[in-house]
């Protein structure tokens, strides 16, 4: 009785060690209790904002962070890793997150490159290492690091590496969740496999996260050229 009861905690254990539901939580941003300015709060936090905010009516409402912008412009928030505090072993991103309202036209297929708008209501890019790959410009913008950005796009499709306009040797898009419908989603992606697949070679640790929205030259409907928001952002190893 007790050596089969010894097997049986054996097994237990096992499953404990090898199951995905016990990954430990790396890095989690929650803007449940967020409160008071945008700006102030980012700041406070250690991020970094380019870009105009008010541009974007960036506000704290029923636990998200919320953007309605009303002006056809675009904001990065970022929060950056100093080097020796990169986050080793990144496996999966869990974003929580939605939209009501799409830029009416963003397109990031287009029939050729010239006739893209590389748009999103809103973007969660994972940066990875220190390198910097050319951004396919002279000047700016600059050079970074290789990153994964994920959006939400009404006509795009899942599954699918989109070029960005620049950055397209170390950067690409990809829209998950993506059938066009508005609402909540929850969207999780394995991290580390989809940049394998994307690049080629085993990512390095991720070295910053950014929130990003770009309506740049998308119409306005109803005083407005989208309307998103974001829960939280959690990412697992």
């Known amino acids: 009785m007790i050596f089969r009861d010894r097997i049986f905690l054996s097994f237990i254990l096992i499953a404990f060690l090898l199951s995905p539901l016990w990954a430990q939580t790396l890095l989690k941003v929650d803007f449940a209790q967020a409160r008071g300015p945008v700006k102030s709060w980012f700041k406070d936090a250690g991020w970094r904002i380019k870009g105009d905010l008010e541009d974007m009516n960036a506000r704290f409402e029923k636990g998200t962070l919320v953007f309605e912008p009303t002006d056809d412009s675009n904001v990065l928030i970022s929060l950056e890793f100093k080097e020796n505090a990169f986050l080793k072993g990144v496996k999966e991103i869990k974003i929580v997150w939605g939209v009501e309202h799409?830029?009416?036209?963003?397109?990031?297929?287009?029939?050729?490159?010239?006739?893209?708008?590389?748009?999103?209501?809103?973007?969660?890019l994972v940066s990875f290492g220190k390198e910097k790959i050319d951004s396919g410009a002279m000047l700016f913008p600059p050079d970074a690091p290789y990153f994964i950005g994920i959006f939400l796009g009404e006509l795009e499709k899942p599954g699918i590496g989109y070029f960005g306009n620049y950055y397209q040797k170390g950067g690409r898009y990809f829209c998950e969740s993506c059938d066009g419908s508005t609402g909540a989603f929850t969207t999780v992606m394995n991290l580390h496999q989809r940049f394998k697949d994307t690049f080629g070679k085993e990512p390095p640790d991720v070295s910053k996260i950014t929130i990003e929205v770009d309506v740049g030259d998308t119409q306005k409907v109803n005083g407005r050229h989208s309307k998103a928001y974001i829960k939280s952002i959690e990412l697992f190893n």
Not at 112 to 123: E, G, L, Y
């Open 102 to 124: 799409y830029p009416v036209g963003a397109d990031w297929g287009g029939v050729s490159q010239s006739k893209r708008n590389t748009r999103d209501p809103i973007a969660v």
